[in-house]
């Protein structure tokens, strides 16, 4: 009993010596450490980039000039970097899509003190957005009319619309409501659709779009804002040679890119 009561005894003043010798500057370091895991957590959190933007997936300018190359749909582009939005397309090789942006109505690339005019989302922006992308489906503008557009519009017979442009609205029970179809003819007497939001309560920005075909792969396509459609004509024709000048002269995989649209 004696032994056993010194061996407790022992432990015990072993333990009471450990807490003794325990540094009283651990607790204090452990708060001090917590806080600055949460300070840099709420810094990184609020001022940091985002995953996206370090994989180069949210939109970002360069004022750049240098050309990369690209092959959309066995297109070869050589695209002006200040055109491009996007970090992790200008890599260059072979891509499914490429995507650019530009001030109307001269299709000025981005520069140092056009920030304001880029990030410009109102109704009156000048910015228009276009890509060039490889399609698996491609449909020239008359059978995108007949085999999509028609089922969903409300009559077949068009009323006037801006700019020597004809006008098709669509039904309200189907996904195109609040939506109008305009059909044109361009400089070389091809079918040009166009489908533009129309103002309302939810859409105090509208946006006019266009599809065409640049090949049998390829397609080009382009927004802007409803505003600037009295001038779908020369946008139409500045854009499309704009793209062409990005193509190279020597054709890849025999395809030099001539617009089928």
């Given at each position: 009993?004696?032994?056993?009561?010194?061996?407790?005894?022992?432990?015990?003043?072993?333990?009471?010596?450990?807490?003794?010798?325990?540094?009283?500057?651990?607790?204090?370091?452990?708060?001090?450490?917590?806080?600055?895991?949460?300070?840099?957590?709420?810094?990184?959190?609020?001022?940091?980039?985002?995953?996206?933007?370090?994989?180069?997936?949210?939109?970002?300018?360069?004022?750049?000039?240098?050309?990369?190359?690209?092959?959309v749909?066995?297109?070869?582009?050589?695209?002006?970097?200040?055109?491009?939005r996007?970090?992790?397309?200008?890599?260059?090789?072979?891509?499914?899509?490429?995507?650019?942006?530009a001030?109307?109505?001269?299709?000025?690339?981005?520069?140092?003190?056009?920030?304001?005019?880029?990030g410009d989302?109102?109704?009156?922006?000048?910015?228009?957005?276009?890509?060039?992308?490889?399609?698996?489906?491609?449909?020239?503008?008359?059978r995108?009319?007949?085999?999509?557009?028609?089922?969903?519009?409300?009559?077949?017979?068009?009323?006037a619309?801006?700019?020597?442009?004809?006008?098709?609205?669509?039904?309200?029970?189907?996904?195109?409501?609040?939506q109008d179809?305009?059909?044109?003819k361009?400089?070389?007497?091809?079918?040009?659709?166009?489908?533009?939001?129309?103002?309302?309560?939810?859409?105090?920005?509208?946006?006019?779009?266009?599809?065409?075909?640049?090949?049998?792969?390829?397609?080009?396509?382009?927004?802007?804002?409803?505003?600037?459609?009295?001038?779908?004509?020369?946008?139409?024709?500045?854009?499309?040679?704009?793209?062409?000048?990005?193509?190279?002269i020597?054709?890849?995989?025999?395809?030099?890119g001539?617009?089928?649209?």
């Amino acid at each position: 009993m004696a032994r056993g009561s010194r061996n407790r005894g022992r432990s015990g003043q072993a333990d009471d010596e450990l807490v003794r010798e325990r540094p009283a500057w651990i607790i204090p370091a452990l708060v001090f450490v917590g806080v600055l895991t949460f300070s840099g957590a709420f810094l990184y959190y609020y001022f940091g980039p985002t995953p996206a933007e370090l994989l180069g997936l949210d939109p970002r300018a360069s004022e750049r000039a240098s050309r990369i190359e690209a092959i959309v749909g066995d297109t070869r582009f050589l695209i002006p970097e200040h055109y491009t939005r996007y970090p992790s397309q200008r890599g260059g090789g072979r891509r499914s899509q490429v995507d650019m942006h530009a001030l109307l109505p001269g299709l000025r690339p981005y520069e140092t003190g056009l920030q304001e005019e880029f990030g410009d989302h109102s109704a009156e922006s000048d910015v228009i957005f276009f890509s060039l992308s490889e399609t698996a489906t491609p449909l020239n503008a008359a059978r995108r009319l007949k085999d999509i557009y028609s089922k969903y519009l409300e009559t077949m017979e068009p009323k006037a619309g801006p700019a020597g442009l004809q006008l098709f609205t669509f039904r309200a029970n189907t996904g195109y409501a609040n939506q109008d179809l305009l059909v044109g003819k361009d400089k070389e007497e091809r079918m040009v659709l166009i489908v533009c939001d129309r103002a309302g309560p939810l859409v105090e920005s509208p946006n006019c779009s266009r599809s065409l075909l640049l090949g049998p792969e390829l397609e080009l396509s382009y927004r802007y804002k409803r505003d600037h459609l009295d001038e779908w004509y020369e946008i139409d024709q500045a854009l499309t040679a704009l793209v062409a000048g990005f193509e190279t002269i020597e054709p890849t995989d025999d395809l030099q890119g001539t617009i089928l649209d």
